[in-house]
C-alpha cells in the first residue's frame, strides 16, 4: 500500500522478490496516479498518470507481482481523508491479506525525502484501515451493504521508511532484481547509474544497520502484530 507509482520497488523491491520467489502472493495498491511525477514540462499530466501505471506494472511483473491496483487520487494531494480510508478498506476486504506493507505515517527528520507528504498520508490511512476500518462491519457501511464485502482482519502490518525498524529482511541475492524493477520507471530517473549506487549504498548500510555480514544488503520494516 503505497502513495506513488515507484514508491515499493524503492521501498521494499528486494523484499517483494523475495517473497514471490517463496511462493508468497503479493499484490500492490498504489493512492495517487503518480501524475505530479517526471521532468518533461511538455508531457501532459494525464500522459505521465498513464506512463507510470505502465511503469509500475512492469516493475511488479519484473518482481513476480501481477495484481496491481490504482485508486486514482491527485498526486501531491493526497490525504488521509475517509473517502481513502474506505478505499483502502475495500481492497483489503477484497484481498483479505495476511500482512499489509505500507509507509510509516510518522515524519523522519534524518531522511526528510522519506516523508513526502502523500507518504504519510498513504500510511496513515492504511493503518486506520488495517485498524479499525476493515475488521469493523460497521465502517464504511456500504462496503458490507451494497458490495457485500465482509470485515477482514490482517494480522500484520509493516511499515516503511520507519524511525524504529525492529525487522530486517536480506534481499542480498534480490538486489538485482529490485533494481530491475526500479529501471522500468524511467520517466523518474535521469541518472539511471546514480540511481543504481544510492539504492546499493542504502541497502548496504541497512544489512549493516542489521548486524549482518559485510557486504549483505537489507530492507528494513517496523512490524505491527494487529491480530
Not at 140 to 166: I, K, Q, Y
Not at 179 to 192: F, G, I, N, Y
Not at 206 to 219: I, L, P, V
Request: hydrophobic share 40%.
Amino acid at each position: 500500500m503505497t502513495a506513488h507509482p515507484d514508491d515499493v520497488d524503492f521501498g521494499m523491491g528486494g523484499t517483494v522478490a523475495t517473497w514471490t520467489a517463496a511462493g508468497v502472493e503479493v499484490a500492490y495498491c498504489v493512492c495517487t496516479d503518480g501524475d505530479a511525477g517526471g521532468f518533461d514540462r511538455a508531457v501532459s499530466r494525464p500522459a505521465m498518470a498513464a506512463t507510470r501505471r505502465d511503469e509500475q506494472r512492469a516493475a511488479a511483473k519484473t518482481l513476480g507481482v501481477e495484481h496491481v491496483e490504482f485508486l486514482g487520487y491527485p498526486d501531491g494531494r493526497l490525504a488521509p481523508s475517509i473517502e481513502l480510508r474506505r478505499d483502502i478498506s475495500r481492497v483489503i476486504r477484497q484481498l483479505r491479506p495476511e500482512r499489509v506493507v505500507c509507509q510509516s505515517p510518522e515524519r523522519r527528520w534524518d531522511r526528510i525525502f522519506a516523508s513526502h507528504p502523500d507518504h504519510l498520508a498513504a500510511g496513515e490511512a492504511a493503518v486506520c484501515a488495517v485498524y479499525p476500518d476493515a475488521r469493523n462491519p460497521f465502517a464504511h457501511p456500504e462496503l458490507l451493504g451494497s458490495e457485500g464485502l465482509e470485515p477482514h482482519t490482517v494480522g500484520e502490518l509493516w511499515l516503511m521508511a520507519s524511525g524504529r525498524p525492529d525487522h530486517f529482511v536480506d534481499v542480498t541475492d534480490a538486489t538485482e532484481r529490485k533494481l530491475a524493477a526500479l529501471r522500468c520507471h524511467a520517466s523518474q530517473l535521469p541518472d539511471v547509474p546514480g540511481m543504481e549506487e544510492r539504492v546499493r549504498g542504502w541497502l548496504a548500510a541497512t544489512g549493516a544497520e542489521a548486524g549482518m555480514a559485510e557486504g549483505r544488503m537489507a530492507e528494513a520494516f517496523q512490524v505491527v502484530h494487529t491480530g
